[in-house]
Nanobody, 116 residues
């Protein structure tokens, strides 16, 4: 079992930055691929970024490439999402996900609002 807790969301002006964190319980964090997803009001949940268990491989949605960076610290059981040059369309609830085969865990989400 893995429990995930996101933090770092908030209100930011367009062009600003935020850093999201996802802290995981348990000693098996390092074997999971980790991802950040988001869900805007009235829209389906979408993948934002994903990172392999070792951190050696990452992938991003086209909409965030060049602006967002996913990273992880396996010693701290934490995955991060650095978000720069934020746009109003980045407004959403951001969820942390851990996956390994059929095992799939989700956090409760943290809200990011980009508005002037």
């Amino acid at each position: 079992q893995l429990q995930l807790v996101e933090s770092g969301g908030g209100l930011v002006q367009p062009g600003g930055s935020l850093r999201l964190s996802c802290a995981a319980s348990g000693s098996i964090f390092s074997i999971f691929a980790m991802g950040w997803y988001r869900q805007a009001p009235g829209k389906q949940r979408e993948l934002v970024a994903i990172i392999s268990s070792t951190g050696g491989s990452t992938n991003y949605a086209d909409s965030v490439k060049g602006r967002f960076t996913i990273s992880r610290d396996n010693a701290k059981n934490t995955v991060y999402l650095q978000m720069n040059s934020l746009k109003p369309e980045d407004t959403a609830v951001y969820y942390c996900n851990a996956s390994l085969g059929p095992r799939d865990y989700w956090g409760k989400g943290t809200t990011v609002t980009v508005s002037s």
